[in-house]
């Protein structure tokens, strides 16, 4: 296994293997494969092998090769109880550890949503209650499988699925049946795949569900059907012709080069890697030789619903921990997703019965143009320098249900990091009547309900600036203070900057009337220019915080939802900030409990820690967010300060007309500019 | 002057004859012209005119068009006191307006900044305080003439420009001096090009600013003499060669139309506009036929430094209404501010003798890919839908001595209206001995101190959303009540939107925690599936507000500064948010003021309100902004908000590979996709 690096994920072989060391090891019993991934290495293990691979010295990283484990969920007697976890170390084939989780629940497996949904539409029950809809004539009934969001009105042991019932009224598969939703919900148990409960949904503010068999349910309402809800381009006939081609050529191909994961371009050099939750990783990023940061991950999303009537508080999905973004990975088609020259990675996951499954194309590695990176005219010479921004773009989108997310990590030349995030697809809806609204929701169509809601990310940002033993500073922007004799401000215009650094694990907030900045310093390397730490800032994305109760269970399952910015000390397996099992979890096991539940205090300062930035949106629908959403924008960064001895970006090529070819508008054949704009080169 | 637009800045012919105008009415005298530019009809005038323009009644426009007015600024006797402003109509060849600015000055003209660098270099005084400074063989000296910013130090009166004095080590005119910022100012008198005072600059937290002849200064210290300070590419001969061609190829051209100055582009119509002060300004702005915002343009931006000794508190610039961004806008080169298919609109100014001078290449406009519009993927039917955003951008770029500003508007498919700002350039630095440091500074090289300063901008919005009777509506989200009877909140997850009218002209300022949102609202239209008023949101930049004291004459000249958001009812001629003449101003002529001088309190309630965003940066220099800096970006955003009855970009072409020609990597000659993103397009 020697060209297989620690942090590869586990190819298809692998994959297979750790399947049947586990099959052999429990025999003659039906097994459900949840979970079969990569256990990243102990970091302790994982230093040495890197201080290696950085010195090119080949023959010491072998001998400190981590061996490679697979972390593997699966429940036995195939069902989905009694769910165990073990290790399978793939080098020496055995099984080194295992531990039962039962009581807990993996997440929602596609497969198994799939067949929900059909046990679900051929149930009696359901279709009892579907008579009573009175349908019209060719509607078409789509079942939606929603992870539980835990409510106290279940016994958590027991597995349930809630299923939220629409249709459409025309045959084309990809009409938009959330134009629909229809005012029934059913509770099914995903031991049995059996129906537990119809219930009948609130259509008014001062509505509430009860079961269909004792409220029963009014036929549907004829009046809702309109025709401005379709997004598919069959049922759109009218399109905009407007829009002229544009293409990006890239002569000499990408500046990109690419080697199993090993990702090069311009100064930076990282490991890309893919797992089934997390989707997208990134591991031991450097910058020009230097080490930026250890592993840069998404670890958990949150979306809780804000229509406080039951059954609606269930909706609260972790699109991580019980859906998965790596499962849920686009397969992603040249031309549509991006343009240029692209470059795809494959993920590799697995079915039930273990066997490997390829996610093909599940993250796309391009470039793009940001526009200018740095100008300057000499007014004196009029010589103006200019350079334009190419950005790296390795970007993963994933569809959970109705809801599309883009995430992208962008490299830019000047040695900064975005990760970006675009909010598609479509809202989730629910019925409501004609005349009437609700103070939690947007009417997006006739009968159509959009709830209000958030989009709650945690970024996990492990560090490693200029080695592994970093400081958070937070430093504010403060006005100094008028008339004091000990301090120099006669006109009252001087401000100066204070620097805190964060002692022990702890939660902090934004603060913009403050200037609060976020440095992730090394306090053991000087910069000699600046003459303090050389560090990297994070440029957060001011967003609201949590609004549910911090006593409800959406509060307590989602610990890092209260706090823009987490720090903690680096711990093996801390990677998810809600927990490790959110599937119907009841809260208490995320970064807050980690945090709680140690002995005593731990230290950040000047140790290996981890950073965390808690960021989303409110998101109140608007119309236009309807049948489909126009991407909502999120960027977070970051960004270096005072880690170089100057603008890492000095030496990018100059911008030339020679290079980029542009047309000047209006003259023939696009002839090129008579001055071009540095005349020196 | 048929063809003419009321909107239309004036052209060659109308400034030499509005000139001529005033040079007959004021014969036998020189006279110094400082500003001859459009003064925009009143608004009432305008409404009848745009609605009988866009009801295209052609004749009935040519009755009701507004007489063109040229807003006239001189100085009698040819010098810099007595300054006056006439309004001259051109239709009817009169004056038929004007006042006595006298004690006001106009802003800094570059040709009179240029002769000021001369006339400061070639004083006696000068040169003696530069042997003393012992500078090495070789040295260049520049003078930056700096605006005076308001102190009290001085009697306002009198103009003064302040001279900051630099050298450079090389003969190349384009080495950059700010690496060698010497220990000296001058202050010289505009009246008499001639020294007031030759003072030497503080160079440590403790050092105080004297005069020359009084306190004497040090010679050069040679320890500072360095190479890594340089940034053209004469000058930095390693280059990184990596970065790979990467072109816009539209082979139909532009998707955009320009008539003069009427720019349509997919949905969106709307009038270019450019003046000396203000640059690009945008009119009449419409998509799909409605309505949307009568005015967009910066109002003003102002830059105070945070260094508290004198005479830096004198740094302070009003880049808008002391410098101008018009007349200090770039001439864009083709192939290096933009790619792809560019349309240059040229500015119009005047020298000081009243004769037109065009800006070349002032404002481009071009398109970008913007990356995913909306997409959505069905699991049922594997069936991707993906649209693109593509991107209006109308871009001008200033020099303001050391820095530079990009500020673009953007338009996008879906209704949006983006105001990005760029900051670039070379940071303005001071000198400091090189053991010491100072807490309002960061040293970016030996004895180089890069001062704290902000950048804060105002950008004015005037509304008209489906007309000019408009609201502003505060929206926040809110917890619902826990345990309060009268609301239905059993699970504590619920969450509503309260909505509050501003009733009166007032300052409002961003909430994240309660996710402020700022509403310009129609509520004489209602949008009939929300059952709402249509309308469009500010999303804001959120920024720290100015530091400087309040009553400090920074903060007293930038009323804008204290919060991030105004709104007022619209008046003819309010347009600048720190006053018409902030050169040297004394404070307490801007937006707060105009609030405070109404009679009695203005209603904006469904009224012809204009809102005002004040953003910007704290921006505290890193090392990697040396020696010349990565472009810091700013973003705000005007979106629809139950503007429309659906998302106005649902009708924009689907993405595929036909059009867009992308190129898989590893595969050879970039053949494409086997399975294209839309299988039934």
């Known amino acids: 296994m020697s060209n297989v690096h620690p942090f590869d994920p586990l190819s298809p072989a692998e994959i297979s293997q750790a399947v049947r060391i586990v099959k052999n090891a429990i025999p003659h019993e039906p097994l459900a494969f949840r979970v079969v991934t990569l256990l990243e290495p102990p970091k ?62 993996s997440f929602q497996d596609t497969t198994e949503m799939q067949a929900m949904e059909k046990a679900c539409l051929a149930s009696a029950q359901v279709q009892d209650a579907l008579r009573l809809l009175q349908l019209p004539e060719g509607a078409v009934v789509q079942v939606e499988c929603w992870t539980y969001g835990t409510d106290g009105m279940n016994d958590m042991r027991e597995r349930i699925i809630m299923c939220y019932l629409y249709m459409s009224l025309t045959p084309h598969g990809d009409s938009n049946h959330y134009a629909y939703p229809l005012d029934i919900c059913v509770e099914m148990l995903s031991e049995t795949y059996s129906v537990k409960r119809v219930l009948s949904l609130p259509l008014g503010e001062n509505d509430r569900f009860g079961l269909v068999s004792e409220v029963g349910v009014k036929p549907f309402d004829r009046r809702k059907i309109h025709r401005s809800s379709e997004y598919h381009p069959d049922l759109v006939p009218e399109r905009r012709t407007t829009t002229k081609p544009y293409r990006v050529v890239q002569p000499q191909g990408p500046s990109f080069h690419v080697e199993g994961n090993l990702l090069t371009w311009e100064k930076w050099r990282m490991r890309v890697g893919f797992n089934f939750r997390e989707g997208l990783t990134l591991h031991d990023i450097m910058y020009d030789g230097r080490s930026v940061f250890y592993r840069l991950a998404l670890s958990e999303m949150f979306v809780p619903y804000g229509d406080s009537r039951a059954p609606y508080p269930r909706k609260a999905a972790f699109d991580l921990g019980s859906n998965g973004a790596g499962v849920n990975a686009n397969n992603l088609k040249l031309g549509c997703d991006c343009l240029g020259h692209i470059k795809y990675f494959d993920g590799v996951h697995h079915n039930m019965h273990g066997d490997p499954v390829v996610l093909p194309n599940a993250v796309c590695c391009h470039e793009i143009d940001d526009g200018i990176l740095w100008k300057h005219t000499n007014f004196r010479t009029n010589n103006a320098v200019v350079t334009r921004s190419r950005v790296l773009v390795l970007q993963t989108i994933i569809t959970v249900g109705n809801y599309e997310y883009i995430f992208a990590f962008q490299f830019t030349q000047d040695a900064s990091i975005n990760y970006e995030v675009r909010a598609t697809g479509i809202l989730s809806t629910a019925p409501i009547n004609l005349d009437e609204s609700v103070p939690y929701g947007t009417l997006v169509a006739p009968g159509v309900m959009a709830p209000y809601h958030q989009h709650l990310f945690s970024l996990r940002i492990d560090p490693a600036i200029d080695g592994h033993r970093n400081s958070l500073m937070v430093e504010e922007s403060h006005a100094m203070p008028l008339n004091d004799p000990a301090v120099h401000n006669p006109f009252g215009i001087g401000y100066t900057t204070t620097h805190k650094f964060v002692e022990t694990e702890s939660p902090l907030d934004i603060d913009i009337a403050r200037n609060r900045v976020f440095k992730i ?20 994305h001011p967003s609201q915080m949590i609004l549910a109760h911090p006593s409800s269970y959406h509060a307590q399952r989602s610990e890092f939802g209260e706090h823009a910015v987490w720090v903690t000390r680096y711990q093996d397996g801390e990677l998810y900030s809600a927990g490790e099992n959110t599937m119907q979890s009841a809260g208490g096991e995320g ?34 967010d309807w049948p489909v959403m126009p991407s909502e924008k999120l960027l977070v960064s970051l960004k270096p300060v005072n880690f170089f001895t100057r603008n890492p970006a000095l030496d990018v090529p100059i911008s030339s007309q020679a290079e980029n070819q542009s047309v000047l508008v209006g003259e023939s054949g696009g002839s090129t500019s008579a001055n071009p704009c540095c005349p020196k080169l």
Chains 1, 2 share one sequence.
């Open 44 to 105: 302790s293990q994982m230093l040495p092998f890197l201080h290696a691979e950085h010195a090119g010295k080949a023959n010491d990283t072998n001998a400190n090769t981590p061996a490679r484990i697979a972390l593997i969920h699966f429940n036995r007697g195939g069902g989905v109880s009694d769910l165990c976890e073990v290790h399978v170390n793939l080098d020496a084939q055995t099984i080194v550890q295992e531990r039962s989780l039962a009581g807990r629940h």
């Open 521 to 540: 310093v090394n306090e053991n390397v000087c910069n000699p220019i600046s003459k303090g730490p050389v560090g990297y800032k994070l440029v957060p």
């Open 591 to 624: 970064i807050a409990s980690w945090i709680r539940s140690r002995t005593s205090p731990l230290s950040v300062r000047d140790e290996d820690i981890v950073l965390w930035h808690t960021f989303g949106t409110t998101h109140n629908p608007r119309v236009e």
